[in-house]
Nanobody, 127 residues
Framework: QVQLVESGGGWVQPGGSLRLSCAASGNISSINGMGWYRQAPGSRRELVARMHSGEFTNYGDSVKGRFTISIDGTKNTASLQMNFLRPEDTAVYYC?????????????????????WGQGTLVTVAS
């Protein structure tokens, strides 16, 4: 069983900073990519930032230049540094990972692909 556990959410004033962390645990063979998504009330879940293959990054347009994603492949952790926060950044932030786990199939050890989500952490930006 693979789990993602987020931490670091909370309340911050506009213009402030927060750092989110996500730790993947379980029997993991390899991780393709990890990322952060967010969902505000009444809105769809949207991409915040994602890194895959250890180097390629994608950011949502609204966070470019303000947020930075980093991944520690040795620890299976992802972090999101959020600077110059705005009220519209208020949302539940979810960690996501796509990865492979070992799977015994008819006596043969294979790799099984999984996409895993964390439980979410609330970020509130308000005066």
């Amino acid at each position: 069983q693979v789990q993602l556990v987020e931490s670091g959410g909370g309340w911050v004033q506009p213009g402030g900073s927060l750092r989110l962390s996500c730790a993947a645990s379980g029997n993991i063979s390899s991780i393709n990519g990890m990322g952060w998504y967010r969902q505000a009330p009444g809105s769809r879940r949207e991409l915040v930032a994602r890194m895959h293959s250890g180097e390629f990054t994608n950011y949502g347009d609204s966070v470019k230049g303000r947020f930075t994603i980093s991944i520690d492949g040795t620890k299976n952790t992802a972090s999101l540094q959020m600077n110059f926060l705005r009220p519209e950044d208020t949302a539940v932030y979810y960690c996501n990972a796509d990865l492979f786990v070992p799977s015994l199939d008819s006596g043969v050890m294979r790799r099984k692909y999984l996409e895993v989500w964390g439980q979410g952490t609330l970020v509130t930006v308000a005066s």
